[in-house]
């Protein structure tokens, strides 16, 4: 066999073992989790949650020392966090799963996770996700310490700082740790962590630049932007790179909690549409529901029209939100039984909740809290409101 047919093969089954250690590294699949912990906590129970794990939240009783989950994931790799309950939440800890086995053995764990003491085997990401928490620790401490001055001074005073300046003292931390979560990511390009970090504490709390996002994105290795997340984070970028704004988006039907059928065309010509992504689980949505709900109160008899759109998929989990925050204006869901077109997200380009369109009389887009970059006050919101229904 002659030297230059050797060659061939060794560099096809070079190619080959390459493809296939990608495609092993980013399987998709079950995997299983066996745990162990002190028996004094047998009769409780240890609950996993996960976004893309297939319930959403399963439970483990304690048994002899001993806990077990077994799921599907959707990702190559998931995000978790486990709870150790027994009469009250005794401590949690976050980690990540992936296909196959997996271990965790807990010595001791605590609502402090300084006193967690955890053997990890076969987890992976545990070394980088503590060093990340270590670059950010100070400034997560800054944020509580913050909140508690607020809360102090109201207290002492009877009355609150400034919403500018608590607005301005806030974006500072924030964009600290902006730049803090930049750094690490360039500086750990070849790990699928800092590809999650990227997508969930980069792109989808920056919402100017995306000339920068996606640069930035460009380093990563062709391997992990086809990853799921890749894809995702290849998606939302070009969203940002091209603003819905002042295009008129297709109209939807939907079908409301009260079995009432309306579409978004109804409004054409005669009202602005508030449309609202929101979630039961989401806690800014939650927040901002009095904030609607003045809305609803000011605008409603001038011709704004509120619509809610819940991205649960567990149906009586938004119903449940729902009687927990009353809204008397139009609500639905994008489950099918409630809006046929399963496009509804793709067209707004909802990849992060809560997410505001307000339409107005012709159906062009005019704002998007993200597109518009709003505050967390949705001062621009409330701005554009009273400049043309006032």
Known sequence: MSILIKLHKFLLFTIIGQLLFFANLFAQGNFKLAGTIDKKYDGGYVKLMGSGIKYTSIKSEIKNGKFYFSDKIEKEYEPVRIEV????????????????????????????SKKNDIDFINIPFVDIQQEYADL??????????????????????????????????????????????????????????????????????????????AYIYSLFSNEMQHTVIGKQIDSVISKKLIPP?????????????????YSIADYKGSQYVLVCFWASWCGPCIKNIPLLKELDDTYQSKGLQLISISIDDNEEWWKSAMLRNPMLWLQTCTLPKYIVDQTIKQ?????????????????????NNFQSKDNDSYDELQRILEMQLN
Request: charged share 25%.
């Open 347 to 367: 067209k707004f380009a909802v990849d992060a909740i809560p997410q505001y369109f307000l339409i107005d009389k012709s159906g062009k887009v005019v704002y």
């Open 85 to 112: 309950w027994k009469n009250e939440r005794i401590g949690d800890v976050s980690f990540f799963v992936l296909p196959g086995n997996m271990r965790i053995n807990i010595r001791n764990i605590d609502t402090d």
């Open 245 to 261: 704004l002042n295009k008129e988006l297709p109209f939807i039907s939907f079908k409301t909690n009260l079995g009432d059928t």
């Open 136 to 213: 950010n620790k100070n400034i997560d401490k800054a944020y509580t310490d913050l909140y508690r001055f607020f809360d102090s001074v109201k207290r002492v005073n009877a009355v609150s700082l400034s919403d500018s300046l608590q607005r301005n003292l806030l974006l500072d931390l924030k964009q600290r740790k902006l730049s803090n979560s930049i750094g690490f990511v360039k500086s750990h390009l070849s790990s699928y962590y800092a590809l999650h970090s990227f997508f969930y504490d980069v792109v989808l709390r920056s919402y100017d630049n995306p000339d920068s996002l």
